[in-house]
């Protein structure tokens, strides 16, 4: 059955200094997105393109879309299939080339997921899982650059303590 799914985000610049976009160097790029029931979140531009560094930018957003997606599909398949997944980290890259009139696209996003798993005979199954968890991510299957995953499967002892972020 076909279903349609809403979301809404309410968008408020919060950069205008005093003159608003009367010049390029003029204005902060601050916004701030209003999500019903939800915390805000604050951003503002790369700062490649005069953004606040410490704020997140749409392009930090799409990556960590596009990897939480995969992450989210991935952990529901693994449930489904019983594949005892006890960590899950990615160091997921986005690749946009800008071109000299000021327009720009992402090339490529490459997801990095690494995966702790308890059942040896599982590993084959956990890494498969990766290519069906891309086919089912809403994210990735609504943009139009390639969205690549390199994942890496280890079996740990059960009970043992997830390693960090390396």
Same mark, same amino acid.
């Given at each position: 059955m076909?279903?349609?799914?809403?979301?809404?985000?309410?968008?408020?610049?919060? +950069?205008?200094?005093?003159?608003?976009?009367?010049?390029?160097?003029?204005?902060d !790029? !601050?916004? !701030?997105?209003?999500i019903?029931?939800?915390?805000?979140?604050?951003g503002?531009?790369?700062?490649?393109? !005069?953004?606040?560094?410490?704020r997140?930018n749409?392009?930090?957003?799409?990556?960590?879309?596009?990897s939480?997606?995969h992450?989210?599909?991935?952990?529901?398949?693994?449930?489904?299939?019983h594949v005892?997944?006890?960590s899950?980290?990615?160091?997921?890259? +986005?690749?946009?080339?800008?071109t000299?009139?000021?327009?720009?696209?992402?090339?490529?996003v490459?997801?990095?997921p690494?995966?702790?798993?308890t059942?040896?005979?599982?590993?084959?199954?956990?890494?498969?899982?990766?290519?069906?968890?891309?086919?089912?991510c809403?994210?990735a299957?609504?943009?139009t650059?390639p969205?690549?995953?390199?994942?890496h499967?280890?079996?740990?002892?059960?009970?043992?303590?997830?390693?960090?972020?390396e």
């Amino acid at each position: 059955m076909h279903r349609d799914h809403t979301y809404r985000a309410l968008l408020v610049w919060e +950069g205008n200094l005093g003159e608003g976009t009367s010049t390029y160097q003029g204005y902060d !790029r !601050r916004w !701030r997105a209003f999500i019903e029931g939800k915390p805000d979140l604050v951003g503002t531009a790369d700062p490649a393109f !005069r953004g606040d560094p410490q704020r997140h930018n749409p392009e930090d957003l799409l990556v960590a879309a596009l990897s939480s997606c995969h992450m989210l599909s991935y952990l529901a398949l693994c449930a489904r299939n019983h594949v005892p997944v006890v960590s899950y980290s990615d160091e997921a890259t +986005g690749v946009m080339s800008t071109t000299p009139d000021g327009g720009g696209r992402f090339t490529g996003v490459t997801l990095r997921p690494r995966v702790e798993i308890t059942d040896p005979g599982k590993a084959d199954e956990a890494r498969k899982l990766h290519d069906k968890a891309h086919e089912q991510c809403f994210i990735a299957s609504s943009v139009t650059f390639p969205v690549r995953h390199e994942a890496h499967v280890v079996v740990v002892a059960p009970g043992s303590v997830p390693r960090p972020l390396e």
